[in-house]
């Protein structure tokens, strides 16, 4: 019940801080979803032996998480502000998010009939992920020196 309590206040000041807006970092961005990831393969090693329907389910529920993540992502705000990167929330990023509640709860209430793993922390560390990626993307893309990476990773 407690990491239930931290996980949902994690992802509130998440959203209430990116909702506002907030500069745009590396560990701001990935670090929540890593932890979260963390802590949903934490929770699979408590269910124990994982079937291939198990297996179906984890790749389903990951596969919607990351597309609702991704179309997250692509209505994030990247902008700069005094020479550095911001990202913002829009009404947009809003919507997407009940979409991502809504599409997240009848993927689990359907795979809740054919499995017990199903971690909800697992889920949202997918989603921010794959909300992180479109965001990186047009970090790099609006402010390419901002972010060292090597020349053979940087978006062309």
């Not at 529920?61 to 997250?72: E, I, K």
């Not at 199903?118 to 990626?133: F, K, Q």
């Amino acid at each position: 019940m407690i990491t239930w309590l931290l996980v949902a206040g994690a992802v509130v000041a998440v959203v209430v801080r990116r909702a506002v807006g907030e500069p745009l970092n590396a560990r701001d961005l990935v670090g929540p979803p890593l932890v979260l990831l963390g802590l949903g393969g934490y929770a699979l090693t408590e269910v124990g032996h994982l079937g291939p329907v198990d297996v179906l389910w984890l790749v389903v529920g990951s596969l919607v998480g990351l597309a609702m993540g991704v179309l997250r992502g692509s209505s994030v705000v990247v902008s700069t502000r005094d020479g550095r990167l911001w990202q913002r929330y829009t009404v947009r990023t809003f919507a997407c998010w009940g979409l991502s509640i809504a599409v997240n709860a009848v993927v689990g209430y359907t795979a809740g009939h054919y499995t017990d793993a199903r971690p909800l922390s697992l889920s949202i560390g997918v989603g921010l992920l794959g909300e992180a990626a479109p965001v990186a993307l047009r970090a790099l893309r609006l402010a390419p020196d901002a972010v060292r990476l090597p020349e053979a990773l940087r978006p062309r």
